[in-house]
């Protein structure tokens, strides 16, 4: 039995996104859904990096923007 045109079109882009969504899952997908393996990895590649050493500019070293001045009395 023969598929129709539209079934075969059908088929043919459904193997191609999940082609797609087979590949970009160990790149894009996994890493954002588990990250400690990033994170450690990241931890050990970068122990003997002090960061203010290759900030570049002489450029302090980057803090949060939204971190709350404490008043002086506390």
């Given at each position: 039995?023969?598929?129709?045109?539209?079934a075969r079109y059908a088929v043919l882009l459904g193997g191609l996104f999940g082609l797609m969504g087979?590949?970009?899952?160990?790149v894009a997908i996994s890493p954002m859904m588990d990250s400690s393996e990033y994170k450690k990895l990241q931890k050990i590649n970068r122990r003997?990096?002090?960061?203010?050493d290759i900030q570049p500019g002489n450029m302090k070293v980057w803090?949060?923007?939204?971190?709350?001045?404490?008043?002086?009395?506390?």
């Open positions: 039995m023969a598929l129709s045109k539209n087979l590949t970009l899952y160990p003997n990096i002090r960061q203010e803090s949060d923007p939204f971190d709350r001045k404490k008043p002086e009395g506390e």
